[in-house]
Nanobody, 126 residues
Framework: QVQLVESGGGLVQAGGSLRLSCAASGRTFSSYAMGWFRQAPGKEREFVAA????????YYADSVKGRFTISRDNAKNTVYLQMNSLKPEDTAVYYC???????????????????WGKGTLVTVSS
């Protein structure tokens, strides 16, 4: 069992930055590939970024590539999402999720994730 708790959301102006954190419980955190997803009002949840269990591989949605960076610290059981050059269209609830055993993170999909956090709201004003 893994419990995930996101933090770091808030209100920021366009062009600004935020850093989201996702703290995980459980001693097997390092065995999970981790991902960030988001859901904007009235839209379906979408993939944002993924990181392998070791942190050696990352993968991003085209919409955030070059602006967002995913990282993890397995000693702290935490995964991060650094978001720079934020745009109003980045406004959404951001969720972290864990997938045990996923080897090709480019195939990460929301329906395959094993555990989810409750989300943190990011609002980008224009």
């Amino acid at each position: 069992q893994v419990q995930l708790v996101e933090s770091g959301g808030g209100l920021v102006q366009a062009g600004g930055s935020l850093r989201l954190s996702c703290a995980a419980s459980g001693r097997t955190f390092s065995s999970y590939a981790m991902g960030w997803f988001r859901q904007a009002p009235g839209k379906e949840r979408e993939f944002v970024a993924a990181i392998s269990w070791s942190g050696g591989s990352t993968y991003y949605a085209d919409s955030v590539k070059g602006r967002f960076t995913i990282s993890r610290d397995n000693a702290k059981n935490t995964v991060y999402l650094q978001m720079n050059s934020l745009k109003p269209e980045d406004t959404a609830v951001y969720y972290c999720a864990a997938d045990w055993g996923l080897t090709d993170i480019a195939t990460m999909r929301d329906y395959g994730m094993d555990y989810w956090g409750k989300g943190t709201l990011v609002t980008v004003s224009s």
